[in-house]
């Protein structure tokens, strides 16, 4: 028989934890940004001025289903995934089965509840459940594209236009092969000068635009302590591109179960002619086939340079803004959709850069 709870409080993260990362380890759907991790250490870092919650399912003693959520409560009482800002997946968690009876339950909770003016649910892929409990018309936040792999990496290369499987092979010639050009997988005790790599070429990249990057005050911290986290559970691949001794490019990824999702990447544009993002990518694609993963995720963003790589899936990421039947929600709902569109505007101008 299944039974629900409302887990409130930051000592949320300490009574659920075993569960929930026994949740993740079953869960079909389960992407880095669902666990307890990544959670956690976000709450940590994001959290102040919020009030955590959990909306868990059970079958008897066993938890099938979670939703982390936070509650924000100025300018009006907003309830919202947990998570938001930096995770680009925030479906819920449930094992396989409880998928429809989660999403549910989990509507039936949100619409008894008295002390929420707005409902605004971020990054909820498209295919899952929730959206179609949810129902009316959401806001599409964002286009995720998603590479089935093959089980050789030359049967991948096959797959690639002739300009671009042209920069591929630089990676088995003689730049690679004389010793010049390395790409170094970063070990667990090294993680920290890793990113500083990753963060130094990502605004070097970010700088020819006028803009400061992603990677800025506390994110940047929030970013230091997961990939530290990440690294110790097998879940980081951070890889740097040195080329004479030198950084000129640095990718960040992560994978879980049999998928790699491809979470940001940066590059000297001074090594351009090297194709640095390119030949990252590339060096990620082959890694992931050889051990033996299903999927290469591009995740959020639309860009004409993840479209040369043949992904075969365009997954929309939803949003979901609802209000109360008070006025006050209803001012809410206008503002929030307002920013969102404004956001939709600044994304769709940056978006669609090569990455060389």
Same mark, same amino acid.
């Given at each position: ?21 026994? +949740? ?8 880095? =940004? ?33 939703? @982390? ?11 919202? &995934?947990?998570? *938001? ?5 925030? /479906? &819920? ?8 009876? =989660? ?9 008894? %509840? ?7 649910? /971020?990054? +909820? ?23 089935? +792999? &093959? ?13 671009? #499987?042209?920069?591929? #092979? ?12 390395? *790409?170094?997988? $970063? &070990? @667990?005790?090294? $993680? ?7 963060? !130094?070429? /990502? ?47 640095? *990718? ?15 590059? !000297? ?6 194709? @640095? ?21 591009? %995740?959020?963003?639309?860009? @004409? ?7 075969? /899936?365009? +997954? ?10 008070? %006025? ?16 939709? #505007? *600044? ?10």
């Amino acid at each position: 028989m299944l039974s629900a709870r409302l887990v409130t409080g930051p000592s949320m993260f300490d009574e659920l934890k075993g569960d929930w990362q026994d +949740l993740v380890s079953c869960s079909p759907t389960a992407t880095p =940004f669902q666990t307890w991790e990544w959670h956690s250490t976000w709450y940590e870092f994001f959290g102040a001025g919020k009030k955590p919650l959990a909306y868990a399912l059970y079958e008897g003693s066993d938890l099938v289903g979670l939703f @982390p959520m936070v509650r924000g409560l100025a300018p009006w009482r907003t309830l919202r &995934p947990s998570g *938001i800002g930096p995770s680009d997946y925030l /479906h &819920p968690l449930a094992r396989a089965g409880y998928e429809n009876a =989660f999403a549910e339950h989990l509507c039936g909770a949100t619409d008894e %509840m008295t002390d929420v003016d707005l409902l605004d649910f /971020h990054q +909820l892929r498209e295919s899952r459940e929730l959206p179609a409990a949810l129902g009316g018309e959401p806001l599409v936040q964002a286009t995720c594209l998603l590479l089935d +792999l &093959p089980k050789t990496y030359d049967a991948y290369l096959a797959m690639l236009g002739k300009s671009l #499987r042209y920069d591929v #092979r630089k990676l088995d010639k003689n730049l690679f092969s004389s010793g010049r050009a390395t *790409i170094e997988s $970063v &070990p @667990p005790e090294n $993680v920290r000068q890793g990113m500083e790599v990753l963060f !130094d070429q /990502h605004r070097r990249r970010w700088r020819k635009r006028g803009l400061p990057g992603a990677f800025v005050g506390r994110t940047s911290r929030f970013h230091h302590k997961w990939a530290q986290t990440a690294s110790r559970n097998g879940w980081l691949w951070l890889s740097v591109l040195r080329v004479d001794g030198g950084a000129v490019g640095a *990718i960040y990824a992560m994978a879980l179960a049999d998928t790699c999702y491809y979470y940001q990447a940066g590059f !000297d544009p001074a090594a351009s002619a090297v194709s @640095p993002g390119t030949l990252l990518v590339a060096h990620s694609i082959r890694r992931a086939i050889d051990e033996g993963k299903a999927h290469f995720d591009f %995740m959020r963003g639309d860009e @004409p340079y993840k479209r040369r790589w043949k992904p075969q /899936h365009a +997954l929309r990421n939803l949003r979901f803004v609802r209000p109360s039947g008070r %006025m006050r929600g209803r001012l809410a709902c206008s503002w929030n959709i307002a920013g969102s569109q404004l956001e939709s #505007r *600044i994304r769709a101008r940056l978006e669609g850069r090569g990455l060389l």
